[in-house]
């Protein structure tokens, strides 16, 4: 069974940092691009970041541009996004996905992130 | 950047059809996705590439596209339907993905 679980979520103060880990499994992680897709409390999907299987092309969305970093590392098949000078608009359930195609599935179950003071 | 546009709600009974509209300008030059998302879940695809159905999905769910409006059908609408629906595409332009704002279905 194709799955993906996302972990390191959590409550962070303005200007703080996180690093998110997606761990997959039932596929060829490496041969796959993935992608962060986030969804603020009560409001729609909106894309975050994109990495290809090999890492050799990256995008990010203009909002996040700067202060996330997408990685992954296809030994651990794991998936990961550094959060860094995180903004109360930056609050939402961020979740990984694979990427076939342009379209995205599966999708994890997702994992909520809150800016506050 | 791409703007996708979608109605922020619609109504229909069981039995009958739903239409789901997705605006672009020329959309039609673009391969649309169709998401399904139900209350405390992740979203699903239920229509990919404008037209075709991942296995396991119902084949009441269809959709096409053409010219500036992309549409998700959902034939003979169950209660189990009810949820919120999401097209996609990618912009080759700025290789960004772009999300419609979601469309509410509620089955009467």
């Known amino acids: 069974e194709v799955q993906l679980v996302e972990s390191g979520g959590g409550l962070v103060k303005p200007g703080g940092s996180l690093r998110l880990s997606c761990a997959a499994s039932g596929f060829t992680f490496s041969s796959y691009s993935m992608n962060w897709v986030r969804q603020a409390p009560g409001k729609g999907l909106e894309w975050v970041s994109s990495?290809?299987?090999?890492?050799?092309?990256?995008y990010y969305a203009d909002s996040v541009k700067g202060r996330f970093t997408i990685s992954r590392d296809n030994a651990k098949k794991s998936l990961y996004l550094q959060m860094n000078s995180l903004r109360a608009e930056d609050t939402a359930v961020y979740y990984c996905?694979?990427?076939?195609?342009?379209?995205?599935?599966?999708w994890g179950q997702g994992t909520l992130v809150t800016v506050s003071s | 950047s791409y703007v996708l546009t979608q109605p922020p709600s619609m109504s229909v009974a069981p039995g009958q059809t739903a239409r789901i509209t997705c605006g672009g300008n020329n959309i039609e030059s673009k391969s649309v996705h169709w998401y399904q998302q139900k209350p405390g879940q992740a979203p699903l695809v239920v229509v990919h590439d404008d037209s075709d159905r991942p296995s396991g999905i119902s084949e009441r769910f269809s959709g096409s596209n053409s010219g500036n409006t992309a549409t998700l059908t959902i034939s003979r609408v169950e209660a189990g339907d009810e949820a919120d629906y999401y097209c996609?595409?990618?912009?080759?332009?700025?290789?960004?993905?772009?999300f419609g704002g979601g469309t509410t279905l509620t089955v009467l």
């Open positions: 996905s694979r990427r076939l195609g342009d379209w995205f599935d599966p």
């Open positions: 996609q595409v990618r912009d080759s332009s700025t290789d960004h993905w772009v």
């Open positions: 990495i290809s299987s090999s890492s050799d092309d990256i």
